[in-house]
């Protein structure tokens, strides 16, 4: 019986928990919340991530570690290498923490980028800016997530106020892509170097957070290869062990690289239902160097992000092949409360059960351009 550790307890770490009592794995989630909702179905402990005791209760207490969470900072992630094996290593970790140094490395694998540019100043913003052309984005190069820590700059006159928005925090200026659409590779790699991908997902973000994903993603047959290949050379670069997700943007039918998240990922809840293992599955296969399992998908999902509040669960439950996930959250605004994900056979088939769920829940806005995918050829 092993025990796997879990630096972060939210609905990841929930998730991952789930998909390891089969295997017969025991889990211990650390988290500085006392209602972190991993700790409703697995034993939680609480310590924040310079408490160096309680960390190294957790880390006598587990065979190997990993996180729900990438921004714990590197030098817990450093000191807990010398307790116990953690996946994915520091390095990795520090890399995807960094939007600088992220970007840096897909364009040194050659995976292009939208324009980009560091900036540590006010006066550097507006240099920026001359370089990388308006409209763009500042985003701070950490801790941004779900959209938080960006501010959209429509010309030379928003200088000030994005420079305000971010709180002076060293950030990268990126050009605004104005992209056909959004796709996600999740691929996982393992302890032995083997690695595999679950077929590209397309996803639509609605005010920066993921809204809804379609895998596979249609008409991605030409793309598909040249996104499990950069992928790979992330994953090899990295000595990556897991699971991670590359976002990327389709534009002029080119793959740019947007962001890469160094864990298990929203986009890829699809697989629970829709893949014979699961994206949890393969990451705990992966830190305990067991053989991975099938990621290919059975048929054609959609998974939709319950944010803020959870809707009515009866038209999904009422739906074949629809399920719902609940992650034992309050709700709040801006939060990942739940998703739900629909399987079918067919693209008729998923219009007709995504178009009765939409009405039922008065959320035809958010399947909207999922029924707009299914159809258009
Ligand atoms: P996540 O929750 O995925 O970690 P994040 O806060 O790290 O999000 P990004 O992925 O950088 O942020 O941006 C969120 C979304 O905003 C993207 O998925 C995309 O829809 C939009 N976006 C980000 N950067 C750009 C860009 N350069 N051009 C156009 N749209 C962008
Ligand atoms: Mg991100
Ligand atoms: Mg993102």
Redesign the pocket.
């Known amino acids: 019986m092993q025990t796997i550790g879990i630096l972060g307890g939210g609905q990841l770490a929930r998730m991952l928990a789930l998909a390891g009592a089969p295997l017969g794995l025991r889990f211990l989630v650390v988290d500085s919340a006392e209602d972190a909702c991993a700790g409703q179905v697995a034993p939680l402990l609480r310590t924040d991530w310079r408490d160096f005791d309680r960390l190294g209760e957790f880390a006598a207490r587990v065979d190997v570690a990993t996180f729900d969470f990438e921004n714990v900072p590197a030098e817990t992630a450093h000191w807990l290498t010398e307790h116990v094996p953690v996946f994915p290593n520091p390095r990795a970790l520090a890399i995807s923490q960094d939007r600088l140094a992220e970007k840096t490395l897909f364009r040194e694998i050659g995976l292009d980028t ?1 324009a980009f540019a560091p900036v540590n100043s006010r006066d550097e913003l507006a240099r920026a800016l001359e370089h990388v052309g308006a409209p763009a ?1 500042l ?1 701070t190069r950490r801790l ?7 501010f959209r700059l429509k010309s030379a006159a928003d200088v000030d106020a994005a420079w305000e928005a971010l709180g002076g925090a060293p950030s990268i200026l ?6 056909e659409r ?1 796709l996600s590779v999740i691929a996982v790699r393992s302890r032995e170097g083997e690695f595999r991908t679950y077929p590209l997902t397309q ?1 639509w ?1 609605a005010d ?3 809204a809804a994903s379609l895998a596979p993603a249609p008409h991605a047959e030409a793309l598909a290869p040249v996104a499990y290949a950069h992928a790979r050379r992330i994953a090899e670069e990295l000595d990556y062990v897991g699971v991670f997700a590359l ?1 990327l ?1 389709v534009r002029d039918g080119e793959l740019l690289g ?2 890469m ?1 160094p864990r298990v990922h ?1 986009s890829g809840h699809w697989t629970i239902e829709g893949a014979p293992a699961s994206q949890f599955e393969n990451h705990l296969r992966a830190v305990l160097g067991l053989p991975l399992g099938d990621s290919g998908a059975l048929d054609i999902h959609v998974m939709l992000n319950w944010i803020g509040e959870l809707p009515d669960p009866l038209p999904i439950l009422a739906e074949p092949r629809a399920h719902w996930h609940d992650y034992g959250k309050s709700a709040r605004a801006g939060r990942k409360v739940g998703h739900a994900t629909v399987c079918a056979r067919s693209a008729v088939e998923m219009r007709e059960r995504l178009t009765r769920i939409g009405k039922a829940l008065g959320r035809e806005a958010q399947v909207a351009p999922v029924l707009a995918a299914l159809t258009s050829d």
């Open positions: 939208p984005i985003k941004g997530y779900d959209g938080k820590g960006q990126e050009a605004f892509v104005p992209f959004e996803n973000h920066g957070i993921l976002e943007f947007n962001e998240a929203n």
